[in-house]
Every structure is written in structure tokens, then in C-alpha cells.
């Protein structure tokens, strides 16, 4: 059964920083695309970062240069530096990973950040 499990949201100020995790089990972690997605109030959920099995990454425009994705291949982790947090960066955050051969993807639950002014 896979299982993705995000932990280290919370409440940070303006400026601050969070460190986002995701455990995963179930999978051959080297055979998946490592993402993190955000889903802000009243709005659709929208790409965040991803990190490939090589250790390539993307990020959307809006984050680029404040976080940072990463991952721990021996722990099946994938975390998410977020600094200079934004007001507009409040939302639920979800793991989602990405079967490179077949494209089926899988979620976490999310875990909310919110980001006070």
C-alpha cells in the first residue's frame, strides 16, 4: 500500500521559514518524480517544486530563489525548504509522487502553512 505522509507545516510570520517532509512507503523510490503541490484558499491546487530521480529540479516561478526541494533516497524523503515566506504562500501543501514509466500519481494528505502578515 502506498503511503505519503507530509509532516512540518504550521503557523510562521512574514519572513519566516518552514521545512517541509514527506515520508514515502510502498514505492521504489528511485522510480518516481518527487513533487510538492499547494492548494491556497478558493483557489486550484498549482506545482510547487519537483525533484527528479537524478536529483533534477523545477520550481514554479513564484518560489524560485526561497525554496528549496531535496530528497534522501536511503530514507525515502522528500522535505521542502521554504524561506522568505510570503503572505500569498498560505495554503495546504500536498506530496505527490509520479511514476516515471506508467505516470500514476499518488498523494499525501496535505498539511496546511499558513503565513501571517
Known amino acids: 500500500q502506498v503511503q505519503l505522509v507530509e509532516s512540518g507545516g504550521g503557523l510562521v510570520q512574514s519572513g519566516g521559514s518552514l521545512r517541509l517532509s514527506c515520508v514515502a512507503s510502498g514505492i521504489i523510490f528511485s522510480n518516481y518524480v518527487m513533487g510538492w503541490y499547494r492548494q491556497p484558499p478558493g483557489k486550484p491546487r498549482e506545482l510547487v517544486a519537483t525533484?527528479?530521480?537524478?536529483?533534477?529540479?523545477n520550481y514554479a516561478d513564484s518560489v524560485k530563489g526561497r525554496f528549496t526541494i531535496s530528497k534522501d533516497n536511503a530514507r525515502n524523503t522528500v522535505y521542502l525548504q521554504m524561506n522568505s515566506l510570503k503572505p500569498e504562500d498560505t495554503a495546504v501543501y500536498y506530496c505527490?509522487?509520479?511514476?516515471?514509466?506508467?505516470?500514476?500519481?499518488?498523494w499525501g494528505q496535505g498539511t496546511q502553512v499558513t503565513v501571517s502578515a
Open positions: 525533484i527528479t530521480s537524478g536529483g533534477r529540479t
Open positions: 505527490n509522487a509520479r511514476n516515471l514509466f506508467t505516470n500514476l500519481r499518488y
